[in-house]
């Protein structure tokens, strides 16, 4: 297989993503729930709600990579290695800092952080590797019965994610990741032929969210509104808020392809420091840790006093900085340990031998 080259705009979209979700996490995870209707606080909102379309967006990116790659599952082991060696380290920090403030809950997925949803991307992500072998040959199929079969699940998955407590689950989160794996490798076999211009990917996204974020924010002011502006927020934030959403994947679909469609280029400045965002994403989202850091570190309940949207650009700028630096030491120092070790070649060879074995 040809490793695909890497496109500088697709690395910065990837930085650019994660400072997205950075800002999501602060924003929600903060406590914030009411808002005044001035410009501020909307931005606010704005900058806040973006964090599941981040997902969306940043999965496709990794799909992206993926289709056509060899499997090999050496991948899995160093994601695995990566998660870890951020997610317990973090979690003995907090039970020596954090005393009588951490569940058990949290303790335990610090130790086992694919159990429960406190690591819930890359347990999805995992699951999604294991599987690439599989959805390739479904990748192989006539194109029309590959069309019926993407129809399919579009119309029916996104409907059931819908329903109440449905949003949230390790089972639908896979399915979606395999969904939107099979969509990126049809489209990789079949492009579309675009006649619009670029710019109508930027201006369909805008249009998209900015719909429902003006939807949300209205639904959760201080504003004695009818019954159809609480119900519009009400969908608005599902719609926000569900990775499993049409007008999510809508959004998510229409950056990627944007950014997609620039003409290509080669920065290794923006590529290297774009090798950080997995990382960054483990570090903030250990269930442990995340509540020290917005409420001790960035004080997010002094912000929430008076919101200020400004500080917004602080925090995720703070984070993706501490956390690339973090990422540094572990690249160079750490992984290699991991990655040389005889266990570590040994499961490698033991997994891919498996899958051989059942493809054969």
Not at 16 to 41: K, P, W
């Amino acid at each position: 297989m040809v490793k695909t080259q890497r496109n500088s705009n697709i690395e910065l979209l990837r930085i650019l993503t994660m400072l997205f979700i950075i800002a999501g996490h602060f924003v929600g995870q903060s406590g914030l729930e009411d808002y005044r209707l001035c410009a501020n606080d909307f931005f606010v909102v704005f900058l806040g709600s973006g964090s599941r379309i981040g997902v969306n967006v940043f999965l496709l990116i990794g799909i992206w990579y993926m289709v056509g790659a060899e499997f090999q599952a050496s991948r899995i082991l160093k994601i695995y290695g990566q998660v870890i060696i951020y997610s317990a380290p973090l979690t003995v920090l907090m039970l020596v800092l954090n005393q009588g403030n951490n569940s058990l809950k949290e303790v335990m997925r610090g130790f086992l952080p694919f159990l429960g949803r406190g690591l819930w991307f890359a347990s999805a992500y995992i699951t999604l590797i294991i599987f690439t072998p599989f959805l390739n040959k479904i990748l192989r199929w006539e194109k029309r019965k590959l069309q019926k079969l993407l129809i399919l699940l579009i119309m029916f998955v996104p409907v059931i994610c819908t329903l109440p407590d449905q949003q949230d689950s390790y089972v639908l989160d896979t399915i979606w990741f395999q969904i939107i794996y099979l969509m990126v490798g049809y489209i990789k076999r079949y492009p579309i032929k675009r006649k619009y211009p670029n710019v109508c990917n930027f201006l369909g996204w805008l249009m998209i969210y900015s719909l429902l974020v003006l939807a949300s924010f209205l639904g959760n002011a201080h504003f004695h509104g009818s019954f159809l502006v609480d119900a519009a927020g009400k969908i608005s934030k599902l719609y926000l808020g569900g990775i499993v959403t049409i007008p999510n994947f809508l959004c998510a679909w229409f950056i990627f392809q944007g950014f997609l469609d620039l003409p290509p280029r080669n920065c290794q400045a923006i590529n290297m420091i774009a090798k950080s965002t997995f990382s960054v994403y483990i570090i903030h989202s250990v269930p442990a840790f995340w509540p020290y850091l917005w409420t001790e570190i960035f004080k997010c309940g002094e912000w929430i006093s008076e919101p200020n949207v400004s500080y917004i650009f602080v925090v995720a700028a703070t984070v993706y900085t501490a956390g690339s630096l973090i990422d540094i030491i572990r690249r160079e120092f750490l992984e290699p340990i991991w990655v040389k070790s005889k266990l570590f070649a040994g499961m490698s060879h033991w997994i891919d031998a498996q899958l051989k074995d059942i493809l054969v």
